[in-house]
Antibody
Framework: QVQLQGSGPGLVKPSQTLSLTCTVS??????????WSWIRQHPGKGLEWIGY???????YYNPSLKSRVTISVDTSKNQFSLKLGSVTAADTAVYYC????????????WGQGTLVTVSS | QSALTQPASVSGSPGQSITISCTGT?????????VSWYQQHPGKAPKLMIY???NRPSGVSNRFSGSKSGNTASLTISGLQAEDEADYYC??????????FGGGTKLTVL
């Protein structure tokens, strides 16, 4: 079973760029079995899909965040990354990396979650 | 894209059954078989419980079942146990090639 481990700073200043990385273990990021995704959860709130990247490099983003989001993949390191620009306090959330199944669109694989706080 | 609509909370006694609804539109829940359900305990990542409306992943108890009628999907948990107390989220693939989640339902086992 594929496992995901997210990493990155837990504190980001307003107007700066949030950067997180997810390392895939137990399988190849190039297997084609997953859309490598980022999902966030505001404190005490529900889940919000941010976007995904396929191993080929094709991406798809939530329209509400599209102008600020970049997801990239490094197949040599079995990693994918999230960059969210011009952050504000409203971007404070737990950020999960996840693998969305390409066969049934479910999300069987999740990272542990990284709390990112936007504050000066 | 608007979040799918779930009740904020449901409750039941041990051994009872409860059902959580998830209402969307013909562009998401009603238009696809790609509805899934997730269980989330405090401080933990969500766990997949149901996929493609009614399928259970290996290892998930058969006390969990899913169904769909029109634009509304449902998760039923039978024989409630204390360990089922958690937040539950539905999710659907959409006609915009995106994913949308419900607002979440807090299940309390009395």
């Amino acid at each position: 079973q594929v496992q995901l481990q997210g990493s990155g700073p837990g504190l980001v200043k307003p107007s700066q760029t949030l950067s997180l990385t997810c390392t895939v273990s137990g399988g190849s990021i190039s297997s084609g079995g997953y859309y490598w995704s980022w999902i966030r959860q505001h404190p005490g709130k529900g889940l919000e899909w941010i976007g995904y990247i396929f191993y080929s490099g094709s991406t798809y983003y939530n329209p509400s965040l599209k102008s600020r989001v970049t997801i990239s993949v490094d197949t040599s390191k079995n990693q994918f990354s999230l960059k969210l620009g011009s952050v504000t306090a409203a971007d404070t959330a737990v950020y999960y990396c996840a693998g969305i199944s390409t066969s049934d669109t479910s999300i069987p694989t999740w990272g542990q979650g990284t709390l990112v706080t936007v504050s000066s | 894209q608007s979040a799918l609509t779930q009740p904020a909370s449901v409750s039941g006694s041990p051994g009872q059954s409860i059902t959580i609804s998830c209402t969307g539109t013909s562009s998401d829940v009603g238009g696809y078989k790609y509805v899934s359900w997730y269980q989330q305990h405090p401080g933990k990542a969500p766990k997949l419980m149901i996929y493609e409306v009614s399928n259970r992943p290996s290892g998930v108890s058969n006390r969990f079942s899913g169904s769909k009628s029109g634009n509304t999907a449902s998760l039923t948990i039978s024989g409630l146990q204390a360990e089922d107390e958690a937040d539950y989220y539905c999710s659907s693939y959409t006609s915009s090639s995106t994913w949308v989640f419900g607002g979440g339902t807090k299940l309390t086992v009395l």
